[in-house]
Each structure stands twice: as structure tokens, then as C-alpha cells.
């Protein structure tokens, strides 16, 4: 009980850290620290991920970052998703189900990594030359809703729900790079309503999970108060630590993880 409440912890303070992505480490935490199975690991993952987030989500909606109807559509597509990617977690074998989330897992530290690093000319140029699907109205305050804009956020949906359900992740690491891609928000907006997606679908994922008696809530429990201890002690000292600095580390972290789950697959 001890050792999972620790894990969690350990999960909220990387999620406080880190931002939207770092929830993606809690199933290679339960993985290796808990002695679970991917299977098993990823509906308890997403219930301290869900909470987690639904505690940023909650204040963001308090400061009016939170983009409300770009988030319900992008968690109604991703709701729609997660149920298949748990039915299909349940029917794949752990080899498998954990050699595609290291290759996730990869993914995720080189684009954190490549985040840090400061933006080229050129990037800077092709951003200013193309404007984005989504364009906030900065009179309205309020998003520009065209169809362009609706099939980039519903496609986004569709591939944060299904990872979810699939691999136990909140998708925060597809959310917020495609909300910085095709859309003009703000980082703080950007992160607010990444969060609140990420708990609408995780939630989802997590009553399907229950429903279906997949989910241990004898690790489930305290592994989520863990981490929402985590979260509220990392936003402490999250402002104080420079972004690059912490973002290099999470990268560094991500990939040593899923470089010891492919050997453990292997």
C-alpha cells in the first residue's frame, strides 16, 4: 500500500512537472514498480491521470482558460475511441501492448525534447506565413469554428481517445502539440484545455474499465491519491524551475523508461 501510494506520488509530481504529457510515465511506474501487467496498469493510470487532470481542468474553468466547446468536441470523439482501445488492451498480449508503448513512449521524450530546444528561423517563419485552423477571435474571445477547424480537433479526439483506452495514457502528449498546431491559443489556454479533454476522456475510459471489472481499485485507490498529492506539491515548485531544464529531464526520463520496457518485452 505504501510503495503505491509513493508510486503515485512520484506519478503527480512528474504530471506537475511536466505538464499535460508526464501522465504518460504512470503505467511504466505501476509496470515496474508494482509488478503489474500493461493490461492491468493502464485503467489504473488513467484514473490517477483523470483525476489529475480534472484538478487542473477545474482551475482552469476558474480563470477562463479553459476553451470549453473545443474541449467537448475533442473529448466527445475521444470518448467515442477510448472503449475500442480498452477492448482491444484487453485481447492483446502484454509483449506487444508494451513494445507499442515504448515506441510511444519515444515519441513523446523527442518531442518534448525538440520542444525545448529554441525554435529556428525557419520554424518561426512557417508559422507566421500559415495560420492556423483555428483561429481565436480576440474581441469575442472565442474560437473562429469553421469546418477545417472542427475535422483537425475531432481527428485529435480520435487519436487521444483510442491511445487512452489502448496504452492508460490521458493523451495530453497528442493534445497539446495539436492544439499548438492548429490552433492560435495561448500556452496557458493551450494547457487548460488539454487538461480538461484529458479528464473527460480519461473518466470514460475509467467507468468503462470498472463496468467491465478490469480495473484493481485495491492499487487504484491509493496510486490516485498519490498522485493528486503529487500534483498539488509539484504545482508548488513547478513556477520556480526553468521549463527547458525541466522538459530536457522529463525527455531524458521518457526515453531510459522505454528503452527498460523493451528489454523487459524482450
Partial sequence: MIIVLLLGLTGGVILALTGAGGGILAVPLLVFGAGLSMAEAGPIGLLAVGLAATLGAVMGLKNGTVRYKAALLIAAAGIICSPLGLWLAQRTPNRPLTILFACVLMYVAFRVFKRSLPPSAASKAAVA?????????????????????????????????????????????????????????????????SLAVIALVSMSGVAASS?????????????????????????????????PHLQKGFAAVSMAVSVALLVKAI
Fill in 129 to 193: 506565413s500559415k495560420p492556423p485552423p483555428c483561429v481565436l477571435d480576440a474581441q469575442r474571445g472565442k474560437l473562429n469554428w469553421t469546418a477545417p477547424c472542427a475535422w483537425a480537433l475531432t481527428v485529435s479526439g480520435v487519436v487521444a481517445g483510442g491511445l487512452s483506452g489502448l496504452l492508460g495514457v490521458g493523451g495530453g502528449f497528442v493534445m497539446v502539440p495539436a492544439l499548438q498546431r492548429y490552433t492560435n491559443l495561448t500556452a496557458q489556454s493551450v494547457l487548460a484545455t
Fill in 211 to 243: 463496468a467491465a471489472g478490469h480495473l484493481q481499485w485495491a492499487i487504484a485507490l491509493p496510486f490516485s491519491l498519490g498522485a493528486l498529492v503529487g500534483m498539488m506539491c509539484g504545482r508548488l515548485i513547478a513556477a520556480r524551475l526553468a521549463g
